[in-house]
């Protein structure tokens, strides 16, 4: 693999892999030392990387790989969503709504049974598909199918349920 | 303005969409009243897929600074390699120098005592043999 080709078809994958590597390692900072760990090592064996049937997939796999080594390494980071750097539009900051939202949404996910969500975070957040997401957490692409599918129904049966409330709550 | 039907919807969260058709749904920013769960949703992806601005090139310079590093240390394990063989290439020639002029003071004492040999019978302090390096005395 040539450097125009690196710079082609992997560079532009960090900013795909960026979400799973904040959500992994809790804050910026760290996500981006990690992307730029795993992007080394890519680059350092690009001759490899040539052979790879699935450079995506690898790429994720790489880099989920460096976090988690990090996540070993360090204690985990507390979730902070301003260290996180999570950025809300001018409209957003004035609507504390919104703000909830994002926790509540947040929370739900947060709760789900750990591979469910990998699995919804990778498919909604990242955009990968089925197989890309197999590849990445080694499972059978059924598998990863039917988890999708709970961890929706999950997310939706809560939502739901707080906006019923919600709805109670100012009738 | 993008404006999704409600089946569609369904279709996403019973994870039947194909990748496509769930990056055209997450570009809905039209909802009715009784999709709210579906708002709140997109709305919180849309939010967890802010990254830092040109995290591309950050990479991209960590990746040159490596290299260039690489390269620095790559010339200087090279420079040190040649004076390492020059010195060594240098001390082999001194020492072969040195051993062939040993060499030759031997063979100069070899011929002198083979000379000297020849004319042993001498009287004490008589100076059997003398040249520019060497004075033979005889002691007895």
Same mark, same amino acid.
């Given at each position: ?16 892999? +960026? ?6 390692? =809790?804050?910026? *900072?760290? !996500?981006? /030392? ?16 040539? @052979? ?30 301003? *260290? ?16 909830? !939202? ?21 498919? /909604?957040?990242?955009?990968?598909? +089925?197989?890309?997401?197999? =590849? ?30 919600? %709805?109670?709550?100012?009738? | ?15 039947? @969409? @194909?990748?496509?058709?769930?990056? *055209? ?18 709305? +919180? ?32 394990? !090279? $420079? #040190? %390699? ?5 010195? =060594?290439?240098?001390? +082999? ?13 031997? #063979? ?16 004490? =302090? *008589? ?7 060497? $004075?033979?005395? #005889?002691?007895?």
């Amino acid at each position: 693999m040539t450097e125009q080709d690196f710079k082609d078809n992997v560079l532009p994958l960090s900013a795909q892999v +960026f979400p799973m590597a904040r959500r992994l390692l =809790g804050n910026n *900072e760290a !996500a981006r /030392d990690a992307i730029q760990q795993s992007m080394l090592k890519l680059w350092e064996n690009r001759k490899q990387l040539s @052979t790879c049937t699935n450079v995506k997939a690898f790429t994720f796999k790489v880099v989920r790989n460096t976090c988690l080594d990090e996540i070993k390494r360090k204690k985990p980071v507390l979730f902070d969503m301003a *260290e996180q750097g999570i950025h809300f539009d001018s409209q957003h900051e004035q609507n504390l709504d919104s703000k909830e !939202a994002w926790y509540l949404v947040k929370t739900i996910i947060e709760q789900l049974p750990e591979l469910q969500r990998e699995v919804i975070q990778m498919r /909604d957040v990242d955009d990968l598909d +089925f197989e890309e997401i197999a =590849g990445v957490m080694e499972l059978e692409i059924t598998h990863v199918r039917v988890l999708l599918s709970r961890a929706r129904k999950t997310v939706r049966e809560k939502l739901v349920k707080i906006y019923a409330y919600e %709805a109670v709550k100012q009738n | 303005m993008k404006r999704l039907n409600r089946i569609d919807f369904d279709k996403f969260w019973e994870a039947e @969409t @194909t990748l496509q058709e769930e990056v *055209e749904l997450k570009k809905t920013d039209r909802f009715s009243d009784d999709e709210m769960a579906e708002e709140m949703y997109l709305k +919180f992806i849309s939010e967890e897929k802010q990254m830092p601005m040109q995290l591309e090139d950050q990479v991209w310079d960590a990746i040159a600074r490596k290299r260039e590093k690489q390269h620095i240390s790559l010339v200087r394990w !090279a $420079v #040190a %390699a040649s004076v390492a063989i020059v010195l =060594g290439i240098s001390s +082999f020639f001194v020492i072969q120098q040195r051993n062939e002029n040993r060499e030759m003071q031997f #063979a100069l004492i070899e011929q002198t005592l083979d000379h000297v040999s020849d004319q042993l019978i001498t009287t004490p =302090g *008589e100076v059997v043999y003398e040249d520019n390096y060497i $004075v033979i005395v #005889a002691d007895n």
